[in-house]
């Protein structure tokens, strides 16, 4: 049986932190899918079609990685519907784990088949987080090292656009 992860979030914007734990999550199955999903706590700096398509062009290199969106669906809803057997979800800090362990322990009462798998972030991206990312953009801090080259031309340009 051909093994399959959900990798799901709002990728907003899309970070090296994501891209190291799509990158490290494709090596343990045989096809990984991105999920850009609508998170309805977060305000969104991107589009959702503008979250798609950056994601889509950073994880070009990797073989066995494809990039859906999804807008109004239970996470395990539509990793069934994709024949995903897991969930992929990357962990910065015992604040991620106590919150990631809440909505594994509620994905399994959904749905006990589909198993969650945690990847724990290396130093070098466990302190970055999406939101802090836009926050330290924003105030006209460099955060070009913590994100793949598209993103990073893309935050700029919007970063215009808002001060124009």
């Known amino acids: 049986m051909k093994k399959i992860a959900l990798f799901p979030g709002s990728f ?9 734990t799509i990158r490290r999550g494709a090596k343990l199955v045989d096809e990984l899918i991105v999920g850009v999903f609508i998170n309805s706590q977060k305000q969104s700096f991107f589009t959702t079609e503008e979250k798609v398509q950056l994601v889509t062009d950073a994880v070009a290199a990797i073989p066995n990685v494809t990039v ?5 669906e239970l996470t395990v809803t539509a990793a069934k519907r ?5 969930l992929l979800r990357g962990i910065r800090s015992v604040k ?11 994905n399994q009462h959904l ?13 070098q991206y466990s302190h970055i987080s999406s939101s802090l ?10 955060v070009k090292a ?5 993103v990073y031309q893309m935050m700029m340009e919007k970063k215009r656009e808002m001060n124009e």
């Open 111 to 123: 749905d006990e088949e589909i198993e969650t798998i945690f990847l724990l972030a290396t130093s």
């Open 68 to 72: 859906v969106s999804q807008e109004t």
């Open 12 to 20: 907003d914007p899309f970070t090296m932190g994501h891209l190291e």
């Open 146 to 150: 913590y994100l793949p080259e598209n």
């Open 133 to 142: 990312i836009k926050e330290v953009m924003l105030f006209g801090g460099d």
């Open 82 to 86: 994709l024949g995903a057997q897991f």
């Open 96 to 106: 991620d784990y106590e919150y990631e362990r809440e909505i594994m322990e509620m």
